[in-house]
């Protein structure tokens, strides 16, 4: 049997079903607050998490920071520079790494020192209470408070006067020199003090705070917190008055005695024995760069001078630790030495 449909009745039904589907204006209003309430409401309780985890943090950082500062003993002008430290941050309130972390430390100096008229006295002295005073003896240097015992120093004065020795110790307003030998150097003296590590030369300015003679022989000098790299291994040179026998390369000769006039890395100048050798000859060079160890290697004269009195060499192929060797003599010993 056929179905017959009612057009117009059909056409009613789809008209009444579309109609349940649209809005007023009114409802579509109502539907965006809803949305947009929500959606504050999100972000409201995001934030508000987020600074109560901000606040948890920081009273986690000022337990951290009362805990550490209750193991020193700062006096208020120290507890002063911790504070302007601190602003050289960048989250300030994170300080406590002032006290436990040394690169933070180190960066923070270092910035302030750029910006700000500081004691570098002061900062050092900061630094030894801090338990920054020792450091990777291989690493530059960020201070001379970070400089190891033992460590071979060559003091240089504006008043002519050289003093050989090592690193005794740290003081907070002082590093401490033990001397090679007895040297006087007046107090308030500018100085300049060169040392050698794995990474290179380096030098500081300073000035002579005392030289004490008893209980033993030592030379008080100010702290620095800028310490300079001066030249390159290879190419660090110290005037000095050094025996040296100087024969052909090679050859089976007797060796003839000269003497350097200055020795680095990479090369020397001595005196040319008899002015018997000219630019481009090939030498064997043997002498006592440290201790009683004889060193023999082989240079190139590159050039002569004072009419052929003089050599400039240029060593050959030499391994680091012989390089280390010529230059940590030149820290240690006196620059004139007599010729035996």
């Not at 606040?55 to 006096?75: G, P």
């Not at 033993?216 to 290879?234: D, F, G, K, V």
Request: charged share 25%.
């Amino acid at each position: 049997m056929p179905i017959i449909l009612d057009e117009q009745k059909l056409t009613k039904f789809f008209d009444d079903i579309s109609t349940g589907f649209q809005q007023s204006p009114l409802e579509i209003l109502l539907s965006l607050a809803l949305l947009l309430l929500f959606i504050g409401f999100l972000i409201f309780m995001y934030r508000l998490q987020k600074k109560r985890l901000r606040e948890t943090r920081n009273r986690r950082y000022l337990q951290l920071y009362e805990a550490a500062m209750a193991k020193l003993d700062l006096n208020p002008s120290e507890l002063q520079l911790l504070e302007q430290l601190a602003h050289y941050l960048k989250k300030p309130e994170r300080k406590y790494l002032l006290l436990v972390n040394h690169s933070t430390f180190n960066a923070c100096v270092n910035r302030m020192c750029g910006e700000e008229d500081v004691r570098q006295v002061s900062l050092s002295a900061l630094r030894i209470k801090l338990g920054f005073s020792v450091q990777d003896p291989e690493r530059i240097p960020s201070s001379t408070a970070e400089l190891p015992e033992g460590l071979p120093v060559l003091i240089t004065s504006r008043v002519g006067k050289r003093a050989a020795g090592r690193v005794a110790g740290s003081q907070p307003h002082s590093l401490i020199i033990s001397p090679t030998e007895p040297v006087k150097l007046p107090s308030g003296i500018p100085a300049t003090v060169y040392f050698q590590n794995r990474s290179g030369v380096f030098s500081f300015t300073t000035h002579v705070r005392e030289t004490v003679e008893k209980p033993e022989p030592a030379i008080h000098l100010a702290h620095s917190e800028t310490i300079r790299r001066t030249q390159r291994r290879a190419y660090y040179r110290e005037k000095l008055s050094l025996p040296i026998f100087v024969r052909p390369a090679g050859s089976e000769e007797k060796p003839l005695l000269s003497v350097f006039l200055d020795l680095g890395g990479g090369g020397a100048s001595l005196r040319n024995p008899q002015n018997r050798y000219a630019a481009g000859a090939d030498l064997e060079l043997t002498f006592l760069p440290s201790g009683a160890d004889r060193l023999s290697l082989t240079a190139k004269v590159i050039r002569a001078s004072r009419g052929g009195k003089v050599l400039h060499v240029r060593f050959g192929t030499i391994t680091d630790s012989v390089r280390d060797r010529i230059i940590g003599s030149l820290f240690t010993k006196p620059r004139t030495r007599k010729v035996k």
